[in-house]
């Protein structure tokens, strides 16, 4: 499989020596069966297609965050090979849950030496904070009360650091509207707290396999591709897209500001069932 590259915006990561640099990869949809195909793509030989790219593009960076929907089945077999793969990184991996994720088995297998499921990280100028937004027997997203304890009381701790807040969910509808019926059913409760402390510049999210980026009330809201298929932008009912697959890099500067873009493989794997009518 090529593993070329195409960029939105950007050159590398910053070489601000005081910002903190990211490379974030969101819905692997592995299975326990590395060979197993989702969509006619099989999703792991994919993912590793998409990992080494990121290698090759964006190299070393400060941390990688994994932003749900790791696994399509929630099999111990995939996540134990998911922490085999980011072991070898001798980069710090953190891994957060999507509605096909089990969080229980995730903490319990990646959580190992450079792989953690942490809910606050603090590094150079920067706080992120990750949501679990798994709402159980739902695509959509929700985001409980411990959750948005969580965020509040990270934001109060931290009221001089600039913050990121990472979810698979995104709170706010993308234009597609078979895909915003699965968004997060509470979103009023989390920009509740974001309008309270303007320290919060961004929310980077996965779930929807499209790349957007726009603005809500002075906060950047970012979705990104899948290591895997894409679907169609504006969409009514479902239909893939035939960009290839990728993943986005972030520059997160110490005055606050996000320099950001995506990278892509060269063209889109062998086998996407581009006829389906869904999963």
């Known amino acids: 499989m090529a593993v070329s590259q195409e960029k939105h915006s950007g050159e590398g990561f910053s070489k601000d020596n005081n910002g903190l640099n990211i490379v974030q990869l969101t819905d692997l949809h592995l299975f326990a069966d590395p060979e197993s195909r989702l969509l006619g793509i099989q999703t792991e030989e994919s993912f590793l297609s998409v990992l080494e790219l990121a290698q090759k593009q964006h190299a070393k960076?400060?941390?990688?965050?994994?932003?749900?929907?790791?696994?399509?089945?929630?099999?111990?077999?995939?996540?134990q090979r998911l922490q085999d793969y980011l072991s070898k990184l001798d980069i710090p991996c953190y891994c957060l849950p999507g509605n096909h994720d089990d969080p229980e088995l995730m903490r319990s297998l990646l959580n190992f030496n450079n792989i953690k499921t942490s809910s606050s990280i603090l590094q150079k100028?920067?706080?992120?904070?990750?949501?679990?937004?798994?709402?159980?027997?739902?695509?959509?997203?929700?985001?409980?009360?411990?959750?948005?304890?969580l965020l509040k009381q990270s934001l109060k701790s931290h009221p001089d650091k600039p913050t990121l807040i990472v979810l698979h969910h995104p709170p706010l509808p993308?234009?597609?509207p078979w895909l915003d019926t699965m968004t997060l059913d509470n979103p009023d409760a989390l920009f509740?707290?974001?309008?309270?402390?303007?320290?919060?510049?961004?929310?980077?999210?996965?779930?929807?396999?499209?790349?957007?980026?726009?603005?809500?009330n002075g906060v950047r809201l970012l979705t990104t591709p899948s290591t895997c298929f894409q679907f169609k932008p504006n969409s009514r009912d479902f239909a893939l897209d035939q960009q290839p697959p990728g993943y986005r890099w972030l520059s997160?500067?110490?005055?606050?500001?996000i320099e950001t873009g995506i990278s892509r493989l060269a063209s889109m794997p062998e086998g996407l069932n581009n006829g389906s009518l869904g999963y």
């Open 61 to 79: 960076p400060d941390l990688m965050l994994f932003t749900g929907d790791l696994t399509q089945d929630a099999s111990a077999a995939a996540y």
């Open 125 to 149: 100028k920067w706080q992120i904070i990750c949501l679990n937004s798994k709402l159980p027997g739902s695509e959509g997203g929700h985001l409980a009360a411990k959750e948005l304890k």
């Open 174 to 176: 993308v234009g597609s």
């Open 192 to 216: 509740e707290i974001i309008h309270q402390n303007p320290q919060v510049k961004g929310l980077l999210v996965g779930h929807v396999h499209q790349d957007q980026d726009w603005q809500q």
């Open 252 to 257: 997160l500067h110490q005055n606050g500001s």
